[in-house]
């Protein structure tokens, strides 16, 4: 088998421009979208966890939030994948700065904060969630990547699954190596059957060897090429915006990713 | 509850960390109960600690053609890669069953941090990352799958897994969903993490790092040591390996209470433990051996000691083998998937190095000293910060 099935039941959003997934729709049809707030609500975060948490959790946590509630689910039951291109970019950037200084005066929160499954240890205690979580890279496929794990973790178990996607803006030298330069994140629940809340339904097929056309195009000047995960998941997120169509992409280096979007009856 | 999974066989396998390169050398270690903790000399400032590290990690450079891969990391993967004949091995899949029809799975939690450290280190004079480190793939978190991936010419999925401590054993679930689906015929899974300022003094700073080189259990323990390792294994159906030793099983959760410390209860261990079992249609009576997380922490040790004493029977065998190459942190998971398959393969239950007067939470299943037996079913434990939990059931083809 080189395809499987899932259905869309939640959709979370968010960048400096569009604070959730109904701006990115009446954005798409035209409509005048006012930006969000410039702090994240990460309103699903107790008061407490909120001031404590580094700005990569708050953003991940704000999609996963959203998409949850849209698709009414307990959060507590959903197994999560979070997935990160580059992690907390301004961690690295402080940890590097100060070990380079002064290693002995490293914060210890900023150290466990800096551990790549940061989100989605705040998220399963703030959530109660004792179900597996994971937190996932693959460079420029990051997307695709986490996209086909939540799926294939969906059909084989049969269970709902949580997808966050989620960057932050770069800073400092390391800032630099990755071009990463604004916030993104969206966030999907996708199950495994049809259902009450079902969205859209997504059949996603394996294209191996596609190395050239994997390949980024000239840059456009388009926003979503400021960040890894929304440049990959920018098609995909349009389409569901639409609510038709079909996009490809990257799962890995070299191995595409049909998505097919067919709306449910 | 989980329901049984087809059991995978581990066609290949192989370790390489302080004890040494490849399996031969970890069971000669253990069968002489010689761990290979030293003083630190690695940080890049004096951190009084013992460290577990590997020796000729520097001058396992990479061939040219992978050169833009360079950094400490990969070099240990492209050394961890060698011994044992994995290369040949995960080569003979791809061929067997095309380049993408191979899952890469692998896990690391700081991946070639080490380069970006350096590199900060030696800004340029416009403060900027210097000429020779300018190179934008490894300072990002996969850089450990995209340079093995590049090396073994696989085409399928390739994802690297990063949930600290338990990163490495959660690569075989990941694989195992994979195949189940028919997505791949095979999967290499496994995981490098090499020492690092970050983690050095990360851990540190929380004041988790043991003085003396790390005592698991013990009374007196003072914390971990943090050492590095490189593991794989190969993964398929059964069919294409009958006699090999097998995945049985996997458990993952989440203990939902706290960033760096577990919970008191041990309810995401107990969670995940249970998982494995289920998955492997086991009995806790019919485990002989578990490899522990056992870091040296004063939590972790007293709260998993308290989880395995009261589950299994005395006739379960136990240990932490932390005492011989340190806290090896997202390479923990295949490390000790690697010792679990050789205490099968080899009979050895080995002793927990370092442990002399066990915490009072600890059960009759602890092995102090090295125990020579039978051993059909073996578990491995690795729970990471975040509060993230994975559990490895394996056994051996029946007779």
Same mark, same amino acid.
């Given at each position: 088998?080189?395809?499987?099935?899932?259905?869309?039941?939640?959709?979370?959003?968010?960048?400096?421009?569009?604070?959730?997934?109904?701006?990115?729709?009446?954005?798409?049809?035209?409509?005048?979208?006012?930006?969000?707030?410039?702090?994240?609500?990460? %309103?699903?975060?107790?008061?407490?966890?909120?001031?404590?948490?580094?700005?990569?959790?708050?953003?991940?946590?704000? #999609?996963?939030?959203?998409?949850?509630?849209?698709?009414?689910?307990?959060?507590?039951?959903?197994?999560? #994948?979070?997935?990160?291109?580059?992690?907390?970019?301004?961690?690295?950037?402080?940890?590097?700065?100060?070990?380079?200084?002064?290693?002995?005066? @490293?914060?210890?929160?900023?150290?466990?904060?800096? #551990?790549?499954?940061?989100?989605?240890?705040?998220?399963?205690?703030? %959530?109660?969630?004792?179900?597996?979580?994971? +937190?996932?890279?693959?460079?420029?496929?990051?997307?695709?990547?986490?996209?086909?794990?939540?799926?294939?973790?969906?059909?084989?178990?049969? &269970?709902?699954?949580?997808?966050?996607?989620?960057?932050?803006?770069?800073?400092?030298?390391?800032?630099?190596?990755?071009?990463?330069? %604004?916030?993104?994140?969206?966030?999907?629940?996708?199950?495994?059957?049809?259902?009450?809340?079902?969205?859209?339904? @997504?059949?996603?097929?394996?294209?191996?060897?596609?190395?050239?056309?994997?390949?980024?195009?000239?840059?456009?000047? +388009?926003?979503?090429? +400021?960040?890894?995960?929304?440049?990959?998941?920018?098609?995909?997120?349009?389409? @569901?915006?639409?609510?038709?169509?079909?996009?490809?992409?990257?799962?890995?280096?070299?191995?595409?990713?049909?998505?097919?979007?067919?709306?449910?009856? | 509850?989980?329901?049984?999974?087809?059991?995978?066989? #581990?066609?290949?396998?192989?370790?390489?960390?302080?004890?040494?390169?490849?399996?031969?050398?970890?069971?000669?270690?253990?069968?002489?109960? &010689?761990?290979?903790? &030293?003083?630190?000399?690695?940080?890049?400032?004096?951190?009084?600690?013992?460290?577990?590290?590997?020796?000729?990690?520097?001058?396992?450079?990479?061939?040219?053609?992978?050169?833009?891969?360079?950094?400490?990391?990969?070099?240990?993967?492209?050394?961890?890669?060698?011994?044992?004949?994995?290369?040949?091995?995960?080569?003979?899949?791809?061929?067997?069953?095309?380049?993408?029809?191979?899952?890469?799975?692998?896990?690391?939690? %700081?991946?070639?941090?080490?380069?970006?450290?350096?590199?900060?280190?030696?800004?340029?004079?416009?403060?900027?990352?210097?000429?020779?480190?300018?190179?934008?793939?490894?300072?990002?978190?996969?850089?450990?799958?995209?340079?093995?991936?590049?090396?073994?010419?696989?085409?399928?999925?390739?994802?690297?897994?990063?949930?600290?401590?338990?990163?490495?054993?959660?690569?075989?679930?990941?694989?195992?969903?994979?195949?189940?689906?028919?997505?791949?015929? +095979?999967?290499?899974?496994?995981?490098?993490?090499?020492?690092?300022?970050?983690?050095?003094?990360?851990?540190?700073?929380?004041?988790?790092?043991?003085?003396?080189?790390?005592?698991?259990?013990?009374?007196?323990?003072?914390?971990?040591?943090?050492?590095? /390792?490189?593991?794989?294994?190969?993964?398929?159906?059964?069919?294409?390996?009958? &006699?090999?030793?097998?995945?049985?099983?996997?458990?993952?959760?989440?203990?939902?209470?706290?960033?760096?410390?577990?919970?008191?209860?041990?309810?995401?261990?107990?969670?995940?433990?249970?998982? /494995?079992?289920?998955?492997?249609?086991?009995?806790?009576?019919?485990?002989?051996?578990?490899?522990?997380?056992?870091?040296?922490?004063?939590?972790?040790?007293?709260?998993?000691?308290?989880?395995?004493?009261?589950?299994?029977?005395?006739?379960?065998?136990?240990?932490?083998?932390?005492?011989?190459?340190?806290?090896?942190?997202?390479?923990?998971?295949?490390?000790?998937?690697?010792?679990?398959?050789?205490?099968?393969?080899?009979?050895?239950?080995?002793?927990?190095?370092?442990?002399?007067?066990?915490?009072?939470?600890?059960?009759?299943?602890?092995?102090?000293?090295?125990?020579?037996?039978?051993?059909?079913?073996?578990?491995?434990?690795?729970?990471?910060?975040?509060?993230?939990?994975?559990?490895?059931?394996?056994?051996?083809?029946?007779?």
């Amino acid at each position: 088998m080189s395809s499987l099935s899932v259905f869309v039941e939640g959709i979370g959003l968010w960048s400096p421009a569009l604070g959730d997934f109904a701006a990115l729709r009446a954005q798409e049809h035209g409509q005048a979208v006012t930006p969000p707030p410039a702090k994240l609500p990460a %309103t699903f975060l107790p008061a407490n966890e909120r001031r404590r948490a580094p700005e990569s959790v708050l953003l991940a946590v704000e #999609v996963a939030g959203q998409a949850v509630a849209m698709s009414e689910r307990s959060a507590s039951e959903l197994p999560c #994948v979070f997935s990160s291109a580059y992690g907390d970019q301004l961690i690295s950037d402080y940890m590097c700065a100060t070990l380079a200084l002064a290693p002995t005066e @490293l914060s210890p929160t900023r150290f466990h904060n800096s #551990v790549h499954n940061a989100p989605a240890g705040y998220w399963t205690i703030a %959530t109660g969630c004792h179900a597996a979580s994971s +937190a996932i890279c693959a460079g420029p496929a990051s997307f695709g990547a986490g996209l086909l794990e939540a799926a294939s973790f969906s059909q084989a178990e049969q &269970r709902p699954v949580l997808l966050v996607c989620s960057d932050i803006a770069g800073s400092g030298p390391v800032g630099e190596m990755n071009g990463s330069r %604004t916030n993104f994140g969206c966030a999907l629940v996708l199950a495994p059957e049809q259902g009450l809340h079902s969205l859209a339904k @997504l059949v996603l097929t394996l294209e191996p060897h596609a190395g050239l056309a994997l390949h980024p195009g000239p840059p456009s000047g +388009a926003w979503h090429e +400021a960040n890894a995960t929304a440049a990959s998941a920018w098609p995909l997120l349009q389409n @569901l915006a639409h609510g038709e169509g079909h996009c490809t992409l990257a799962a890995a280096a070299t191995l595409a990713l049909r998505v097919s979007m067919e709306k449910v009856a | 509850m989980s329901v049984p999974i087809q059991p995978l066989a #581990v066609s290949a396998y192989t370790a390489t960390s302080a004890l040494g390169h490849g399996l031969e050398s970890h069971v000669a270690a253990l069968a002489a109960s &010689r761990g290979a903790l &030293r003083p630190n000399d690695f940080s890049s400032a004096p951190l009084a600690c013992w460290i577990g590290r590997v020796d000729g990690v520097e001058e396992a450079s990479l061939p040219a053609a992978h050169a833009v891969w360079e950094c400490r990391n990969n070099r240990l993967a492209w050394l961890g890669l060698h011994q044992d004949h994995f290369l040949e091995r995960a080569l003979d899949a791809r061929q067997r069953y095309g380049a993408a029809r191979v899952a890469l799975v692998l896990a690391t939690s %700081t991946a070639s941090m080490g380069a970006t450290e350096e590199a900060y280190r030696r800004l340029d004079e416009q403060g900027q990352i210097p000429p020779d480190l300018r190179r934008p793939l490894i300072h990002s978190p996969h850089s450990l799958a995209g340079f093995v991936a590049e090396a073994l010419g696989l085409e399928g999925p390739c994802l690297t897994v990063s949930t600290a401590c338990s990163s490495s054993a959660k690569v075989f679930a990941n694989a195992e969903r994979l195949i189940r689906l028919g997505l791949v015929d +095979a999967a290499v899974v496994g995981g490098v993490d090499t020492l690092c300022d970050s983690v050095l003094f990360g851990f540190n700073a929380l004041e988790l790092v043991s003085p003396e080189p790390c005592r698991p259990f013990d009374q007196a323990r003072r914390g971990i040591s943090v050492g590095e /390792a490189a593991g794989f294994a190969l993964l398929e159906r059964i069919e294409a390996a009958p &006699r090999a030793l097998r995945l049985l099983g996997y458990g993952e959760s989440s203990d939902a209470h706290h960033m760096s410390t577990p919970h008191p209860d041990g309810l995401g261990a107990e969670l995940a433990l249970r998982d /494995a079992l289920a998955r492997a249609g086991l009995r806790a009576d019919q485990v002989d051996y578990i490899n522990l997380h056992g870091t040296a922490s004063h939590k972790n040790d007293e709260v998993e000691a308290a989880l395995i004493a009261r589950t299994f029977p005395a006739s379960t065998r136990a240990s932490s083998t932390k005492g011989y190459t340190g806290h090896t942190l997202g390479a923990a998971g295949i490390l000790e998937a690697a010792f679990s398959l050789l205490a099968i393969q080899y009979g050895l239950v080995p002793g927990s190095l370092g442990c002399t007067t066990p915490d009072a939470a600890c059960g009759p299943q602890l092995a102090l000293e090295n125990e020579q037996r039978q051993i059909n079913v073996a578990l491995s434990n690795s729970f990471g910060f975040g509060g993230n939990n994975a559990c490895l059931a394996f056994g051996r083809a029946p007779a």
